[in-house]
């Protein structure tokens, strides 16, 4: 029936006036005569496709699924004790326990957010005693954990600077893309993995960052990237700084572990302090989600480091009416929690030994999974990689077909990108995934899936 | 800045030589940033908080308010919040929200026994909350939907309109879902009032249950920042009604894709207090006083409000401030009179002369009614 084709052909174009789905599209040529009989009752939504799984969460719903014994969960991207259980804070308890007490109300904050948690956040990343800070030269917004920091700065940077270019390591977090793309901000990659080392490929990185036009936005990991764990070292970024300088890019970092990398608050900054000593113009991007274990309360803050406090204000202001129409302003309970906890130096105190031991568990389980990598791999491999990446990930080395077998094979859960979070693994489990490792490793060939 | 790079540790031989170029990169990036124009909503308690006058009155706030002007945390709430204090860990929810607080948004807002719930037809998310003339103009209302090209996407609030506070009458409602057929429009619903307006969720929620009964597919969005006073939470729900649950499933999808670089995935604890609240009988009883409480305190205001107003002997009818509904008061007023009711009286409000009845109790109402009466007496 023509006029059928007509209607489908409309509704899967979505050209014309009548929207995908119209239910009387074919009514409109025939108005009144055919409504009745061609009432063909097709959704609006007939267009819409079935989304990919998310990559990550489905490595946690396969493990669900999995009734073996041996099973263990290394694709999860939050921390573990050594028991596999979730953690929450001793000291974020305390806070929340105090928060209840004093019974305070639930008014919306300001579109920039909670004044206490902004000024905590800021003096952690940038060290109380920044000159930055003094000069009133940083324009902090509270926002929706790392996620919406960098989707708030891709706002801005897609609105200020529309020709500019966004260069991302290779690899990255997999969500970092999805930001920009949906931003409408274009991206490019610098080399950054080099498989042949398990290390950083840095006369690639180097070399990429040089290539790009002058003025490009540059996306760092502050430490402990995601997915390798592997960070330069400061001379390394000493020359990074050089280089980004030279071609007057901006650094935008993403600064999702901080104290959660080296168990050290301020050596985990020191790569954005190195930056901002150089009085460049920074982006930071900051998340409370690993080291306060805060994950759900989705709590953070993008932060702009200005050459002046006049600048810095006009920047907040802009960044402020992005939020607006985003959500309006962000959610209190998380903001309190970090203020109460920052501000109190009995519970910060706390914080910061709980965060060594939670950055000390993972050392210790690099440090026992090198040893059985070390004692049953007859092979002479040299893992040594493994102590020298950093933080809740680690790259293995291997690829798809290997990681595949380590999940059909030995039940070990992870990223097709040979990615595993050391967050999930105990020191009990250290020896059998080493098994694995090394099965995979020398035997898991065949063919690619 | 020159100091402290000085001042700073031992220079490599490259920093010194980038010293230059330091000093170069100090013309800001943002030369062309512009500063935003402040919002005018939050300027008003901006302005009202910097007022020394003992008399001001802050009409401008978008949040309840007791009759002795102090923001509420409702019982319930603190309830919730001393049940789920330190008992869950913080994981990250699912991108699409929280389980339990969807399926209780989509009850209140569908209907208990909906069938369309039972039959998983609707796709929903958790979400970062919700986001003059004096009358309902229905015929240039109905204009408008007739006119609007086949299919169009339609904003509605589904029950009381902010600002105005104007809802259409329920006949209204059926005539407009009747054009809508006609025209097949798509009726997106803003609810962030719902219990909030006449104090019975159900009766609020009339307009969209009229909609579902004459066969729309609707969208609708749920806010409990103002009927839990979760403001700060940001606790909603994203609902859209389709064909079958195949069709919720992949549009459900969809919306996380969007979430997911946005803001990854909704925070939790506005979404524990309200699942913990809409699961619990005995809260949820009490949640339902408590918002019955507030809407009768609201609509008393606007009585006592027509009432000063008449007293006064104001020859204007008054009649729309208690047929209208919910948090806001179009009063009518000109910039021009809002403008010397801030500077004479010291009272807050938006200048398109919207009300909040919210900041109205028994202490202001009769000095707001004479400030009012004052303000429309000059033009006469």
């Known amino acids: 029936m023509a006029s059928s084709a007509a209607a489908f052909a409309v509704l899967r174009g979505g050209k014309s006036e009548a929207r995908a789905g119209c239910r009387v599209g074919i009514t409109r040529k025939n108005f009144g005569r055919v409504m009745m009989a061609l009432a063909v009752d097709v959704s609006r939504f007939e267009g819409v496709p079935m989304a990919p799984p998310d990559p990550i969460l489905g490595v946690s719903e396969a493990f669900k699924a999995d009734k073996n014994d041996l099973k263990l969960n290394l694709g999860v991207g939050a921390y573990r004790t050594e028991e596999l259980q979730p953690y929450v804070l001793n000291v974020v308890k305390k806070a929340e326990t105090l928060m209840l007490e004093k019974g305070e109300n639930k008014e919306y904050l300001p579109i920039e957010g909670l004044a206490a948690f902004n000024k905590a956040t800021a003096e952690l990343l940038f060290g109380a005693d920044n000159p930055v800070l003094k000069q009133g030269r940083v324009a902090t917004l509270q926002s929706l954990s790392g996620t919406g920091s960098l989707r708030l700065a891709a706002a801005f940077i897609q609105r200020y600077f529309p020709e500019a270019k966004v260069l991302i390591s290779s690899p990255t977090w997999g969500n970092h893309k999805n930001i920009f793309n949906d931003a409408r901000v274009p991206w490019s990659e610098y080399r950054y993995y080099d498989p042949k080392t398990v290390g950083l490929d840095f006369e690639g990185m180097i070399a990429d960052i040089q290539a790009a036009p002058d003025g490009s936005f540059v996306l760092l990991h502050g430490c402990a990237h995601n997915p390798t764990g592997i960070d330069p070292t400061p001379e390394q970024w000493e020359k990074i700084a050089d280089v980004i300088q030279e071609k007057k890019h901006m650094p935008f970092f993403d600064v999702a ?28 991007a900051q998340s409370y989600s690993k080291n306060l274990g805060l994950y759900a309360e989705r709590i953070g803050a993008i932060n702009v480091v200005c050459s002046t406090p006049e600048v810095a204000n006009r920047v907040k202001s802009q960044l402020k009416r992005l939020a607006r129409p985003m959500y309006s302003n962000p959610p209190i309970h ?3 929690i970090v203020a109460n906890v920052v501000g109190d130096p009995t519970m910060f105190g706390e914080w910061k030994q709980e965060m060594e031991e939670m950055a000390g568990r993972i050392k210790n389980v690099r440090q026992k999974l090198y040893d059985s990598l070390s004692a049953k791999d007859k092979s002479g491999k040299d893992w040594s990689f493994i102590l020298r990446q950093i933080g809740m990930f680690s790259y293995t080395g291997l690829n798809k077909t290997q990681s595949d077998n380590m999940t059909d094979k030995w039940h070990i859960y992870m990223t097709k990108d040979g990615r595993i979070s050391l967050a999930g693994l105990s020191l009990a489990k250290c020896e059998y995934l080493a098994d694995a490792i090394i099965d995979s490793f020398h035997n898991g060939l065949g063919t690619a899936k | 800045m020159a100091m402290s790079r000085a001042a700073a540790a031992t220079g490599a031989v490259t920093r010194r030589r980038l010293g230059a170029t330091a000093a170069r990169s100090m013309a800001s990036w943002f030369g062309h940033v512009e500063p935003a124009a402040k919002d005018p909503i939050l300027g008003v308690t901006e302005a009202f908080l910097a007022d020394p006058s003992p008399d001001k009155v802050n009409v401008g706030v978008g949040a309840y308010r ?3 002007g102090k923001p509420v945390v409702l019982d319930c709430v603190r309830e919730a919040e001393r049940r789920i204090t330190g008992n869950m860990n913080m994981e990250y929810l699912p991108m699409g929200g929280s389980i339990k607080m969807i399926e209780e948004s989509l009850k209140l807002a569908y209907g208990e026994d909906s069938q369309f719930i039972k039959d998983k037809r609707i796709a929903a998310v958790q979400a970062l909350s919700g986001t003059e003339s004096r009358g309902l103009d229905f015929s240039g209302l109905m204009d ?43 009726p997106f619903f803003d609810m962030a009032y ?11 929620a009339k307009a969209i249950r009229i909609f579902l009964e004459d066969g729309h597919q609707i969208g609708c969005a749920q806010s409990y920042a103002k009927n839990m006073g979760l403001y700060g939470q940001r606790a909603g729900c994203l609902s859209i009604l389709c064909d079958d649950e195949m069709q919720a499933v992949a549009v459900k999808s969809q919306l996380q894709q969007i979430a997911r670089p946005m803001y990854s995935n909704p925070p939790v604890h506005g979404a524990l207090i309200v699942s913990t609240i809409l699961g619990d009988p005995e809260l949820k009883t009490l949640w339902l006083k408590e918002v019955k409480g507030m809407a009768d305190r609201i609509i008393g205001m606007r009585k006592a409000l027509k009432q000063n107003l008449e007293k006064l002997g104001s ?3 008054w009649e729309h401030i208690t047929n209208q509904i919910g948090m806001f008061c179009y009063s009518g007023m000109t910039p ?16 398109n002369g919207r009300i909040s009845m919210a900041g109205v109790t028994t202490g202001n109402v009769a000095y707001l009614a004479n400030a009012i009466h004052e303000c429309h007496a000059v033009i006469i």
């Open chain 1, 257 to 284: 572990y901080q104290g959660f990398a080296s168990g050290s608050l301020d050596e985990d900054a020191s790569s954005v302090r190195l930056f901002v000593e150089r009085g460049l113009e920074v982006f930071v």
């Open chain 1, 334 to 336: 998380g903001a309190r």
């Open chain 2, 66 to 68: 007791d009759d002795n």
């Open chain 2, 144 to 186: 408008d939907i007739k006119n609007a090209p086949d299919g169009s996407f339609f904003l509605l609030h589904a029950c009381a309109h902010n600002p105005t506070g104007v809802d259409p009458s329920e006949e209204q409602w059926r005539e407009i879902s009747h054009q809508f057929k006609v025209k097949n429009h798509f």
């Open chain 2, 194 to 204: 719902q219990g909030f307006a006449s104090g019975d969720p159900e009766r609020d």
């Open chain 2, 315 to 317: 020859p204007m009818s």
């Open chain 2, 336 to 351: 021009e009179q809002v403008d010397r009711l801030t500077n004479e009286f010291h009272i807050y409000m938006t200048r």
